[in-house]
Structure formats: C-alpha cells, structure tokens
C-alpha cells in the first residue's frame, strides 16, 4: 500500500474556478504535509506545508489537514492556465527529514 | 532565499564512463542534502539522504558502490554516477533542508535537476 496516494488526473478546470487537488495517507504518526508544483521537465518548487489540522491560507491557495480522516487537500482558487502542472502531495515524520511523494495529480487549467 | 542550484544541467555521456552532479545551497546552510531520481511520467524516488560529514543513507534498492555521494560542506553535495548505463538515463534532482523554527516546519527546497543521457 503506498503511503501518499494522490489522484493522477488530469484534473480539468475551467479558468477562473476552483481547483481542488487531494491526498490521502496511511500513516498515523505525527507529521507535516507539502504541496509541490511540477511544470513539465522542470524540479518540484514548494507551494506549502502544513502540519496542523484546519485550513492555511496562502493567496491563491489554501492547503486543508483532516488529521482523522487522513486527507490534506490544497485549494487552488481564480485558476489560471499557468497553474496547469502536475501537483504532488508529500509527507514527512516528525522525527525524519524525508519526504514521501505521492505520484502528483495533473491539473490543466482551460483559457 | 532558500536557492538551490544544481551543475550541470543537461549531459549526455557514453556508457560505462562517471558523471559527477554538484548540488549547492546558495543563500543558506544545509546539513542535510538528498537526491532523487525522476523517470518520465513518475513521481520523484528518494536515492539518498547526504547529511555533512558524515556517510550517506541509501534508500533500499539503491547501489551506493555506483551512486557515489559525498557532501564535504555545509552548502555542497556532490552525486556522481558511476560506470553509467542507459538505463541510468533519468532526471536527477536534489534538495536542500533549510531548518525552520521547529522540526515541523522544516522544508525541502529542489534544485533545478540534471538531465542525464546515456548512451
């Protein structure tokens, strides 16, 4: 059983909406949980972690943690074509520095 | 801040000879380093976790006698392939952990990848 699992997609959105991407885990332990973007070819950059239940707003997005029901969701709001790329979702433990990927949900964002 | 760069970028080599990736943190320190290997159309695999001074940590499955990992300072990892393959051709990326206020916090910052060719 993989421990990040992420929707492959492609998510489609019209321009101007709302995405909304999710990620579910199996582990229990106490741990914090990122969102990187991924444009085609290029590195993951950080959007933004989060590691306490409820929501955190970053402008555009918003990551959600429900620690009892597993899930971490980011929120991508008034979409635009140039967030079309694939999101991943990652987790890591407390007492270690690595981070465990979820295999990304692409998102494509139409004009 | 938090800039990671990652040397080279692109390089394509005949089989069986090494190739050597730096990896550097430019605006902060880094006393943990990993590296990560991307095949198209999947998710990122952790190889190694450098830490400064100190043995790398490889993850199962992976050869340390060929992924040679040295991280001699606070901002420099070297990843050097060696005796490479064709089937070694992938996006080679690493990341720097910049240390936040709690261990909660930390994050990982990527550099921009190598994309290795061999042929």
């Known amino acids: 059983q993989k421990e990040v699992e992420q929707n492959s997609g492609p998510l489609s959105v019209p321009e101007g909406a709302i995405a909304s991407l999710n990620c579910t885990y199996s582990?229990?332990?106490?741990?914090?949980f990122f969102w990187y973007r991924q444009y085609s070819g290029k590195s993951p950059e950080l959007i933004m972690f989060?590691?306490?239940?409820g929501d955190k707003e970053d402008g555009r997005f918003t990551a959600q943690l429900n620690k009892a029901s597993q899930y971490v969701s980011l929120l991508i709001r008034d979409s635009q074509p140039s967030d079309s790329a694939t999101y991943l979702c990652?987790?890591?433990?407390?007492?270690?520095?690595?981070?465990?990927f979820g295999s990304g949900t692409r998102l494509l964002v139409r004009p | 801040g938090a800039v990671v760069s990652q040397h080279p970028s692109r390089v394509i080599c005949k089989s069986g000879t090494s190739v050597k990736i730096e990896c550097r943190s430019l605006?902060?320190?880094?006393?943990?380093m990993f590296w990560y290997r991307q095949f198209p159309k999947q998710s990122l695999m952790l190889m190694a976790t450098?830490?400064?001074?100190?043995?790398?940590?490889?993850e199962q499955g992976v050869e340390k006698d060929k992924f040679l990992i040295n991280h001699a300072s606070l901002t420099l990892s070297t990843l050097t392939v060696t005796s490479a393959h064709p089937e070694d051709s992938s996006f080679y990326i690493c990341?720097?952990?910049?240390?936040?206020?709690?261990?909660?916090?930390?994050?990982?910052?990527f550099g921009p990848g190598t994309r290795l060719t061999v042929l």
């Open positions: 990341s720097a952990r910049e240390s936040g206020t709690s261990v909660w916090a930390d994050t990982q910052y």
């Open positions: 582990d229990r332990g106490s741990q914090s």
């Open positions: 989060i590691y306490s239940n």
């Open positions: 990652a987790r890591s433990w407390g007492g270690s520095y690595k981070l465990i």
């Open positions: 605006d902060f320190q880094a006393t943990t």
């Open positions: 450098s830490n400064e001074g100190s043995k790398a940590t490889y």
